[in-house]
């Protein structure tokens, strides 16, 4: 609870890695009322796995240990509870505000066990957001780690960065698990945010974003991140350090739109564009959507 003893609102954030949850994270978390910009919080995920375990297996196992599915969201409820009342009690705050892609793919747990909290999803260019995690894919290599977003034989020997940046079988391994973040449930339940839109017109999307959260967000797109609860940058020779943006923390800029067309054949773009058409198609039309400029200057740059 506040220092008012209200209960805590959760705000959820889920969206492929690298469509700009931690920007996201960053918006939602610019108000008074709101916790500071925490770390993932892969955990949760974990809780709302329990729910599903629970409920997939009644007929088998689950019902000797539980008098009803409904006492699996009973204790769902009460784990998350015991762990986000304190944390927002810990800094005075009403609403706490985390992220996880996989979040994204729990839609169906979080309204079952969280109907009161509101959810985000940040819908990006699916050929960027590729791009970016081929890209983090072969610092990681480059590093000595395996590369997490790749499954394991996908790449001969998950060391050959040629084979990384030309490879359909890679590509198209990483559409398939992109758009696994993006079912018709997220789409059609949880608010969604045009990263082209929140870089481009970071005002009017904040203006949305306030009026859809219900926080009074204080987030100045032209200067850097406020708030900031935990060390980004911390263990510079971590697997996770690939993954750490240089945009992390800065001013809103619009430097990685179109990223693809700097990195990605043009073959490769196209079959991202085969594989993601019906995603692509929504995209466009929520940017669009989200655009304060006439759609044609929004198509123009799109196509660019």
Not at 68 to 77: K, L, N, T
Request: with cysteine; glycine share 6%.
């Amino acid at each position: 609870m506040d220092r008012f003893g209200r209960a805590a609102t959760l705000h959820l954030i889920g969206g492929a890695p690298r469509s700009g949850t931690t920007l996201l994270q960053a918006v939602l978390s610019a108000a008074p009322e709101a916790s500071p910009l925490l770390g993932e919080c892969p955990f949760l995920c974990s809780l709302l796995d329990f729910y599903t375990e629970v409920t997939a297996s009644w007929q088998d196992d689950s019902r000797y240990y539980f008098a009803s599915p409904d006492a699996a969201v009973e204790v769902a409820r009460a784990a998350v509870s015991s762990i986000f009342e304190p944390l927002a009690g810990r800094h005075g705050n009403a609403a706490v505000v985390t992220k996880s892609p996989g979040l994204s793919l729990r839609a169906a747990a979080i309204r079952a066990v969280l109907p009161e909290a509101r959810c985000y999803a940040i819908l990006r260019d699916a050929c960027d957001v590729i791009a970016l995690q081929m890209s983090a894919s072969i610092r990681e290599i480059r590093m000595g780690y395996p590369p997490t977003m790749l499954a394991p034989g996908t790449v001969a020997g998950d060391s050959d960065e040629e084979e990384i940046w030309h490879s359909g079988a890679v590509v198209d391994a990483l559409a398939d698990r992109f758009l696994s973040y993006y079912d018709e449930t997220v789409l059609s339940t949880w608010h969604l945010v045009s990263y082209e839109a929140l870089v481009t017109s970071p005002r009017l999307s904040i203006d949305r974003l306030r009026a859809a959260s219900g926080l009074d967000l204080e987030f100045d797109p032209t200067e850097e991140w406020h708030g900031v609860e935990f060390d980004y940058l911390r263990g510079s020779r971590t697997a996770e350090s690939a993954w750490r943006s240089d945009l992390w923390g800065q001013p809103v800029n619009t430097s990685r739109v179109g990223y693809h067309r700097r990195t990605l054949p043009a073959a490769q773009v196209q079959r991202i564009e085969r594989r993601c058409g019906g995603y692509l198609a929504r995209w466009r039309s929520l940017t669009r959507a989200s655009d304060p400029r006439p759609a044609t200057t929004v198509l123009e740059d799109q196509a660019r």
